[in-house]
């Protein structure tokens, strides 16, 4: 059984923490902030040369900015202890007055992870990790004041552990996650699904959302409750231009077809939330379209949607 309707739409774009590019991260922080858009999505592939670190990029780029939320994409959780993560999230949380929501993910790229010293798990072992760390974020978030706390799961603990900071608010966790398994731990206790179009095809995303609701209705919580969010990798092009994916998974399209693309997946796939990562071009002027002209036109057509368009069966 599905939502009966979509939540509000969300949208954002994606900023690579490639060190080369930080003049380009701090442009588009600065576009987005300005356009007022809801996201600023940053990956956390630590193993990754090329790549700073997430979490001082995250904050170099709050201070420099006032309206634009920031999410991890997903937060590398086998090369960060749970307590720590708990921690970076919360100061993030203070540092930017309630603009920082954490994402994060059991880890898919599996020699990167070892290569930096980070345990090999199974599928199943990693989804049980994600849960004991989703427990470990609630008992140190939430707990009473001068509580200490403890947890002791098969992969982590803690042990009289002083909570702190506190949140400043209940802080959304988005996971991200494609699997049954997964998708029914974050139906249970995540608030946001995080999926990709270069991993989860639009044909397979029913499903997706089919698991992850059963599961939210067996644990007794709202369904549209959770938001639903879709990375869409890709690359904007003018009518005449010819430029062909190298990848399955990549959107190419003119901003007539990308805006109709993405109200298909909010009217018919009940996908709420949308961060755009270009694929080629000039990333400047892919985001600066991206905003400009695809979102208006998403919006403009959403509102002349018929309410019986966003009834589900």
């Known amino acids: 059984m599905y939502r009966t309707a979509t939540l509000p739409l969300q949208f954002g774009i994606n900023v690579d923490p490639a060190f080369k590019a930080l003049d380009l991260a701090f442009d588009l922080a600065q576009l987005a902030d300005e356009r007022r858009l809801d996201f600023i999505g940053i990956q956390d592939h630590p193993y990754n040369g090329r790549f700073l670190d997430t979490w001082t990029l995250v904050s170099y780029l709050a201070a420099r900015t006032r309206h634009v939320r920031f999410i ?3 937060a590398n959780l086998p090369l960060r202890p749970p307590a720590i993560l708990a921690k970076s999230f919360t100061t993030l ?6 603009r920082f929501e954490p994402g994060i ?3 898919a790229f599996q020699e990167g992870i070892t290569s930096y010293g980070g345990p090999k798990r199974t599928p199943g072992e990693a989804v049980e990790a994600l849960e004991e760390a989703i427990h470990i974020f609630q ?4 707990s009473e004041p001068q509580k200490r706390v403890s947890f002791e799961g098969r992969f982590y603990s803690l042990r009289d552990a002083e909570p702190g900071p506190f949140p400043t608010r209940p802080l959304p ?5 494609i699997k049954p398994r997964m998708l029914r731990l974050i139906g249970r206790l995540a608030d946001g699904l995080m999926i990709s179009h270069n991993w989860v095809e639009p044909k397979s995303v029913p499903q997706i959302q089919e698991t992850l609701d059963e599961s939210a209705q067996q644990a007794g919580r709202d369904i549209n409750s959770i938001r639903r969010l879709y990375n869409l990798l890709g690359v904007i092009v003018g009518p005449k ?3 062909h994916a190298k990848q399955p998974g990549f959107i190419v399209g003119t901003e ?3 805006a109709e693309w993405i109200t ?3 009217t018919e796939l009940a996908l709420d939330s949308f961060i755009f990562w270009p694929i080629a071009g000039n990333y400047r002027e892919q985001c600066r379209c991206f905003i400009n002209e695809v979102i208006p036109r998403v919006k403009e057509y959403i509102c002349v949607v018929p309410q019986e368009a966003l009834q589900r069966d």
Do not use: K, S
Not at 93 to 98: I, K, N, R, W
Not at 173 to 177: C, D, Q
């Open 256 to 258: 007539q077809e990308w």
């Open 139 to 142: 008992l140190l978030w939430y």
């Open 264 to 266: 298909h997946f909010y």
């Open 72 to 74: 991890t994409n997903v």
């Open 105 to 107: 993910g059991a880890g």
């Open 173 to 177: 966790i988005w996971v991200g996650g």
């Open 93 to 98: 949380d203070h540092l930017t007055e309630g």
């Open 241 to 243: 231009e010819r430029i």
